[in-house]
């Protein structure tokens, strides 16, 4: 693909896709999550008692009660859920649309402590106020429309190996970059919820060290929809001084 291809590209990209744009609404998100929810919980083994599942509720509680002083508008419309998943080799949770959540059995070990299982729901409820789930999808529909956009302006519709092309530039310029922001976003809203909640935000460096030490072999952070757990680590750090008052003047703070 030649340079005037590409400078076209990047401009069918410019015009159609904007981060924060978002066709949904509100109620759309918690349609959209509720019913990925029913079928997460039909199809996986999911915990309903144990100490697995006690802890993970009590620590939703709190981070949720944290969310909706912090964020109100949009934290008071969703209808807040988290399942256990029974399945101890996946180091992993997640949030849909609307407030669903999901924790595998297999991040407990890592997260360590209440505290530590914080940092991880924290992030998953940011992203739920934030909105990034049908943030995401609407990038995908404004990326595919670049592409369209592209393809037709520099006549390739028929040529599949551009059309490949494009689509992977797409992806690595814009969908990479874009999940990377969202995950820091999330990871600095998370902490403000977990320090609100009176969590040590001070626990997220141990959580991400950890996780670092059993992410060998990632590949570097521009092939990846996450950033690095080093500049994960760093911003946390920067961010502490900032978020720790909040922790202290908790009702649990320092307890």
């Known amino acids: ?5 590409i ?32 079928e997460v919980k039909e199809t996986e083994e999911v915990l309903y008692s144990g100490p697995e599942f006690d802890q993970v509720q009590r620590v939703t509680a709190r981070l949720v009660e944290a969310a909706r002083k912090v964020d109100p508008s949009i934290a008071n419309s969703f209808n807040w859920e988290v399942c256990v998943i029974r399945e101890d080799d996946t180091v992993n949770a997640f949030c849909l649309p609307g407030g669903k959540m ?18 991880v729901l924290g992030h ?5 106020t934030l909105r990034h789930g049908t943030q995401r999808v609407t990038q995908g529909a404004l990326t595919q429309l670049g592409i369209e956009v592209f393809t037709q302006s520099v006549e ?8 490949e092309m ?35 935000p001070e626990e997220a ?22 950033p690095s757990d080093s500049n994960r680590i760093r911003q946390i750090q920067e961010l502490l001084p900032k978020v720790m008052p909040l922790y202290k003047s908790s009702e649990h703070g320092l307890q």
């Not at 693909?1 to 291809?5: A, E, F, H, R, V």
């Not at 999901?102 to 940092?119: C, N």
């Not at 992977?168 to 609100?196: K, Q, W």
Request: proline share 4%; aromatic share 8%; net charge negative.
């Open 1 to 5: 693909m030649n340079l005037p291809k």
């Open 7 to 38: 400078s076209s590209l990047l401009l069918a990209f410019a015009c159609t896709a904007c981060q924060g744009t978002n066709f949904y609404s509100v109620n759309d998100d918690i349609k959209m999550g509720a019913q990925a929810f029913d």
């Open 102 to 119: 999901a924790v595998y059995t297999g991040i407990l070990p890592v997260a360590g402590s209440d505290a530590g299982l914080a940092v």
């Open 124 to 128: 998953e409820i940011a992203h739920a």
């Open 156 to 163: 390739i519709s028929d040529d599949e190996s551009e059309r």
């Open 166 to 200: 494009a689509t992977i530039l797409a992806e690595v310029g814009l969908g990479l970059p874009f999940s990377r922001s969202h995950e820091l976003e999330a990871d600095e809203a998370g902490l403000t919820y977990m320090a609100t909640a009176g969590y040590n």
């Open 205 to 226: 460096v141990g959580f991400w060290q950890r996780m670092a030490s059993k992410s060998a072999g990632a590949p570097p952070e521009w092939l990846s929809t996450h």
